[in-house]
């Protein structure tokens, strides 16, 4: 870190200040006062849809190993990139798993997000194994935990000198699915309860059949979907300080920060995507 | 990616680059308003100049905040960015004559939240964050609103998603070939994504000089206007998509060649290496 300060790297989870969770608090209550005064019980749902979906992005990220730099000279394990790659590769694989799906209904297009999450991350978990096993010769070895919390094996003996461990071990690769799918599932229900907003709104203010505006709500949704899930993925990044190696990981315990950052974040970012429609032709 | 990030001292002070920016790309948006006064498209590229002055602002923004040490890497200060921004800009649009202003304020608002979640609750405890994240928010609402105004010739929701399509030389109107309507949107976002992310990554570390790192923005910034002007010919007056081509190419021009003389001169060595030839006859 550099001579002007930063993040401090203390041992122990720095608690919210009394500040930030009145801020918290009051802008979560403003958010959803405002959907209800502009679009009735149908914005309240939307924005706690919304809300509930920035939240899993943000947990999930907090299950995916991203090992960042040293992971790609091996020395630390996890996935060699950052959050924001990470996130943004499963959530807008999730993304297309769940708008396509979206015709389905509810239940199907959550279930096709969260599985098109989880199968992008399961595979790159995969491949992030291979090249480091096959190709650079590494063992998977996790330097937090001596032992994996689901299969047992011991890392001590595995572990390279100077290094935090490397590989990806069988307890982050489940941490990346798991990751993969609640951010797959948290976009695409951002994603669905903006498109409800849109279609219901869109052919009133447009004078035409929802048919002909679906391809302007479909991508409203979609790109709104997108920016709100980079907002929380990058906050969570943030609150991991860059790299984590899975829920194994000591800073797996920071995640209640994240959830209420994320929380409002997505609030205020939601209450101007289900606002958008509201000032067209106003001025 | 704990990666010590070095910072070079001396060029413009930050708040001049600041003042320039914002003042600059307001006054270059507001030049494609021209297209509505005076009935034509020839104005469209000046909302890709806008983009320019934004970015370069924008990388001196992110300069000063990852000098912090965020730990996440340079990327996902460009996409917070780029998330908040397109929230920003599409909300902003729909106010009419009044939208890059009112963009602006949006972007504010939704960049101090941000902030103010990753400072008190993320407990981050930078002292530039909240003000480099409102920064970086109008950056991106500009950038996306500039290219999008470039694109299809006006900044007003409406223009962005409506557009025509001619059949058998009847012209009608559609929802579907628009800006918005063709997900064109996304692509700018990417475009001013990777754009505002990718000059400080390539320039930091020992001896980073600041009109190199900002010479290489406005680079990215023109490179980007390229794929704009190309994607305008579907949308904007053949003659009007022309003259962005040829003034993205001739600013993208000067900015490399800029570039190339900046990195010569900051280089402990060059050496102009010829390509390989193949001895006559073969070896």
Known sequence: MSALGGPKQTGGVQSPTAIGIVISIVLIIVALGLAYYLVQMAGVIALVGIIIGGVLVAFGVHFVPVGGAPAAMGQSPGIATGVAMLAAGAGLAGLFGGAWAAPFGLAVALAGGAVGGGLLMAITCTMVNVIYIFGMGIPAASGKVDKDPITGDTFPEYKSQGTEGHGLPFISWIGGVVGGALGGLGGTLIYLELLDIYQAQLPVLLNATVEQIAPVAISLAGIFAVAMFLINAVLAAYNITGTIEGPHDPKFKRFPRAIIAAAVASAVAGIFAIALLELVGVF | ?283
Not at chain 2, 150 to 161: K, N
């Open chain 2, 1 to 283: 990616m704990s990666v010590k990030v070095e910072v070079g001292a001396g060029g413009i002070p930050h708040n001049q680059v600041l003042i320039y920016g914002l003042v600059g790309s307001l006054v270059l948006i507001y030049l494609t308003y021209l297209n509505t006064y005076f009935q034509t498209q020839y104005f469209a590229f000046f909302g890709g100049l806008a983009a320019v002055a934004a970015l370069i602002w924008g990388t001196d923004t992110i300069k000063h905040l990852c000098s912090y040490g965020l730990g996440t890497g340079v990327p996902s200060a460009g996409m917070i960015a780029l998330g908040s921004g397109v929230i920003a800009a599409l909300f902003g649009a729909t106010t009419g004559v009044l939208a890059p202003i009112v963009t602006v304020i949006i972007a504010a608002i939704i960049g101090a939240v941000a902030g103010l979640m990753a400072n008190a609750v993320v407990r981050m405890d930078i002292p530039v964050m909240v003000i480099s994240l409102i920064e970086l928010a109008i950056v991106g609402a500009m950038t996306v609103l500039g290219l999008a105004a470039m694109a299809c010739g006006t900044f007003e929701f409406l223009g962005m998603i409506t557009g025509t399509v001619s059949i058998l030389g009847f012209t009608i109107q559609t929802y579907e070939t628009s800006v918005i309507g063709g997900s064109i949107i996304a692509v700018i976002f990417m475009l001013g994504a990777i754009a505002i992310q990718h000059s400080f990554n390539a320039c930091l570390g020992p001896g980073e000089q600041q009109d190199r790192t900002l010479t290489l923005a406005a680079e990215c910034g023109f490179l980007s206007m390229i794929t704009v002007a190309i994607i305008s010919f579907a949308f904007i007056g053949m003659y009007a998509a022309l003259v962005a081509l040829v003034v993205s190419i001739i600013g993208w021009f000067y900015t490399y060649r800029k570039y190339i003389a900046l990195s010569k001169r900051d280089a402990y060595a060059w050496l102009d290496a010829q390509p390989i030839m193949e001895p006559k006859g073969g070896a």
